[in-house]
């Protein structure tokens, strides 16, 4: 059973740009919503988090949106650069561990 | 502050044979995660450590196992290898006190890539 779906699997975007990456969770149960990074060699690195309590948090140039109804939560990465272009994970935690998305490629064309 | 550490960074092994692999964490987490990420799968929780005592596992065959001593360095082995063990292998640290990932950020290791021919 697949506990989250992160869309799309891919994503090219011009440098300025926004990108918009997508996940649906199924269990309610999950308090906690991260977002992580990883570059080619490298681990994930954790990006930003929510809380359900909270619909919006921005940091910076990424802000991730959540919607408690509809179970979605989605990031956005403002004015995209080219050294933003690596693989994106949604994660949805609970009390014992996190459960990750399947990972969105992110490309910023130059 | 010293990230998380893992050796070796690559291996390769064959089938049937066993694979250790080990992580050393940051300096005052006391809890360690063992992730498998593969193309196919993704990133795949495999169990986790605290004080020396697993206090969650995934779900994933017997033949995975793992360990924690008592300065919080990690190691995790793989017996019976088969073709589909082949991955990267992460690791990721956390304060672990809390006992909940939301207030305990992981912080993820470099990785162990893990080939079985």
């Known amino acids: 059973q697949q506990q989250v779906k992160q869309s799309p699997q891919s994503l090219i975007v011009q440098k300025g740009g926004i990108s918009i990456i997508n996940c649906a969770y199924e269990n309610t149960a999950f308090d906690y919503f991260p977002w992580y990074q990883q570059f080619p060699g490298k681990g994930p690195a954790l990006l930003i988090a929510i809380r359900p309590d909270v619909s919006e948090k921005k940091e910076g140039r990424f802000t991730i949106s959540f919607n408690k109804s509809a179970k979605q939560f989605s990031l956005h990465i403002m004015d995209s650069q080219p050294g933003d272009s690596a693989t994106y994970f949604c994660?949805?935690?609970?009390?014992?561990?996190?459960?990750f998305g399947s990972g969105t490629q992110l490309t910023v064309l130059p | 502050k010293a990230g998380v550490t893992q050796t070796p960074r690559y291996l390769i092994k064959t089938r049937g044979q066993q694979v250790t692999l080990s992580c050393s964490p940051i300096?005052?987490?006391?809890?360690v995660s063992w992730y498998q990420q593969t193309p196919g799968q993704g990133l795949q929780f495999l169990f986790e450590y605290f004080s020396e005592t697993q206090r969650n596992k995934g779900n994933f065959p017997g033949r995975f196992s793992g360990r924690q001593f008592s300065n919080s360095r990690s190691e995790m082995n793989v017996s019976t290898l088969e073709l589909g063990d082949s991955a990267l292998y992460l690791c990721?640290?956390?304060?672990?006190?809390?006992?909940?990932?939301?207030?305990?950020?992981?912080?993820f290791g470099p990785g162990t890539r893990l080939t079985v021919l």
């Open positions: 990721a640290s956390s304060l672990g006190t809390s006992g909940k990932p939301s207030t305990d950020t992981q912080y």
């Open positions: 994660a949805v935690g609970s009390a014992r561990q996190l459960t």
């Open positions: 300096s005052g987490h006391r809890s």
